[in-house]
């Protein structure tokens, strides 16, 4: 089962990658990381950091097959992919099978310590720091962004929506750019949100573990559009249909601010399932949905991080 769990979240196939391995120590517990840094870089010249997340299940190599190393190659990122304990972060869902894991493992002091080891050791542009996860990873940038968005210039949550439980207090100290792609037919993270349900057998009559709850996409984005300050109505693009075959669609929604310095973007992947689009179908359609294949899932998210520094306002913490 361990496998499988794994395998959920090998959502694109690549090659080997040229990753160094890092360990910190964060409290009690020495906790590790890779990091990817572009043959050629310029040392002398502040360069983005973009923190990848892996899906539950999975672990810091797994994040690799996102397909961000072609985009640091060509503009000069500096990556690093975190590594969670037994593949689970500490996301704020609360669900009963994880209650023990959470009750001891602090993952967003982890994360924030990731954050000062590569800046500590490399020229970090401190106003282009992001983050990108998928599904339990998403949830848990989710939680990064409402605890420290004065940290973040953007982030950026894939096939995931925020943890029902940090709805009651969500107060992010600073506005933040946030993008959402996630598919309207996902069956183990709702798009209307609701129980998280990991079902490799949908077959049997089998009660999947509980998992925690979820808030609906629509919901999540009208948080983030109240914290941030955004009233106008989105501008929705309709995107090409290049893989007819694939059953699915795709639809951009964004809402930009009046001065134009924050965005909430949602890739609504109509018919998707719990799938990066432009990846491969790496289980059967009934078990996790479609793959849409009309646009690459790292490109399109690297355009929307580009756009966003963190705001002056925030520059000196």
Known sequence: MRTLVTLTFLLVACNALAQDQRKIQVGELERDYLEYVPKGLDAEQP?????LFHGGGGNASKAGHFGFEPLADQHGLLLAYPNAVDGHWNDGRGGESFKKH??????VAYALAVVRDMRRRHRVDPTRIYAVGASNGGMFVQRL????AEIFAAVASWISSLPSPLAEDFAPPAPLSVLFMNGTEDPIVPYEGGKVVLNFFPGLRRKPKERGEVLGTDRTIALWLSRDGIEEEPVVKSLPDLDPKDGCKAELRRWRSKEGQLEVELYRIIGGGHTLPGGKQYLPVKVIGRTCGDFNAARATWRFLARHRRIKEMDGK
């Open 47 to 51: 360069a983005p950091l973009v923190l």
């Open 102 to 107: 959470d009750a001891k493992i602090d993952d």
């Open 145 to 148: 962004g409402a605890e420290h």
